[in-house]
């Protein structure tokens, strides 16, 4: 079974800090993505990866940051926390390959407090 | 681009009654679909997906999904509901061999089930 797992699943924060979520799979996967989840609001997408060193935006990608710099690991970086970045963090990961056909595959969460 | 739309925000069951979630999309292309579901205090998990083929899919735990290409529909279904159903339900659209994997998930829709 594919595992994805984050680093916290909860955290508490102060406005202004640097805040690191991390995220691994290993299942061998191109793809990862870092969502947010507000109630009414459904999942928004901040960035993706299909590659090692590539990152793409998403729809919501503004006062967030993302490295992979190996295939297993996808970091989301709050620059500067602010309290509107309180949230649930969503991580995934998916592959294009035959029978997965970009399935994602989720981590628990990680809620994040900024205070 | 690519859309998709859960008319209902909330629905709500009696147990041993069917249910169903509905879903909509809107892309240029033959999509991908999926069914993802968020028990409370756990993660997304993938339920069920439709690539091609008999357009009636089946998934876990009894869900089923029909997939109607002139309705652009991909309503969830099933025959009989348990109160541990109760959980939010997100739908998906992915493009194949576009966007790195990307997929654009509904608002998602709070199923209950009421003994």
């Known amino acids: 079974d594919v595992k994805v797992t984050q680093s916290s699943r909860y955290l508490v924060k102060r406005t202004g800090e640097k805040v690191f979520l991390e995220c691994v799979q290993d299942m061998d996967h191109e793809n990862m993505f870092w969502y947010r989840q507000d109630p009414g609001l459904g999942l928004r997408l901040i960035y993706f990866?299909?590659?090692?060193?590539?990152?793409e935006k998403g729809d919501i990608p503004e006062g967030y940051s993302v490295s992979r710099e190996k295939k297993e690991r996808f970091s989301l970086i709050l620059e500067s926390a602010s309290t509107n970045q309180t949230s649930m963090y969503l991580c995934?990961?998916?592959?294009?390959?035959?029978?997965?056909?970009?399935?994602?595959?989720f981590g628990p969460g990680t809620r994040l407090t900024v205070l | 681009a690519q859309s998709v739309a859960q008319p209902e925000d909330q629905v709500n069951v009696a147990e041993g009654n069917p249910l169903t979630v509905k879903c909509t999309y809107s892309?240029?292309?033959?999509?991908?679909l999926f069914w993802y579901v968020q028990y409370p205090n756990r993660g997304l998990q993938f339920l069920l997906k439709y690539i091609t083929g008999d357009n009636l899919v089946k998934g876990s735990y009894g869900f089923e999904a029909e997939f109607n290409k002139s309705q652009t529909s991909f309503h969830l279904k099933k025959p009989s509901a348990l109160v541990s159903d109760s959980a939010l339900y997100f739908c998906?659209?992915?493009?194949?061999?576009?966007?790195?994997?990307?997929?654009?998930f509904g608002d998602g829709t709070t199923l209950t089930v009421k003994p």
């Open positions: 892309v240029s292309g033959n999509p991908y």
């Open positions: 998906a659209v992915r493009i194949p061999n576009t966007n790195a994997g990307k997929s654009t």
């Open positions: 990866s299909y590659d090692v060193k590539m990152k």
């Open positions: 995934a990961s998916s592959s294009p390959g035959p029978g997965a056909l970009d399935t994602q595959y």
